[in-house]
């Protein structure tokens, strides 16, 4: 990395306020998974499984630790949660138990019912199809169904 560049976006520093971290959206996470997000040790074995983490922009690992900070608006801006194609590699990793691939599947609930959505099957062209991992495609199926 160059001096004059930047790191990632998901390793900037992070400023930690009562305006900046929702409770509730951790709580509402933690509802919707049946999961308890707070678990998580960030041990990394979620990323370092996930078949899609080189396409993310922030790994599952990072995730968790955002949803335990309340990083709401972080967490549902991310492409993340729609890249996620729930082959539960990370849930299956996981030495704590947690199934993340439910934590993600609450959070693409909660951006859709907030009216967020990144893409859908309508809007992959053939060629693109083509390019994309198997897993990809039917995560954005998925998404659909939950």
């Known amino acids: 990395m160059s001096k004059t560049s930047l790191p990632p976006p998901e390793n900037l520093p992070m400023r930690l306020t009562r305006d900046t971290v929702s409770e509730g959206f951790k709580k509402r996470v933690a509802e919707l998974s049946g999961q308890n997000p707070d678990s998580c040790y960030q041990c990394g074995n979620c990323s370092s499984g996930c078949p899609l983490a080189c ?15 309340g990083q709401e608006e972080t967490v549902l801006e991310s492409g ?67």
């Open 55 to 69: 396409e993310m922009n922030i790994l599952p690992s990072r995730m968790m630790r955002l949803v335990q900070l």
């Open 80 to 146: 993340t949660i729609w890249i996620c194609a729930s082959c539960f590699q990370c849930t299956v990793r996981c030495p704590r138990g947690i199934d993340i691939q439910s934590v993600m599947d609450a959070l693409r609930q909660i951006a859709l019912d907030l009216g967020t959505d990144h893409f859908g099957p309508d809007q992959v062209t053939p060629e693109q199809a083509a390019t994309v991992p198997q897993p990809g495609l039917v995560s954005l199926y998925r998404k659909l169904s939950t």
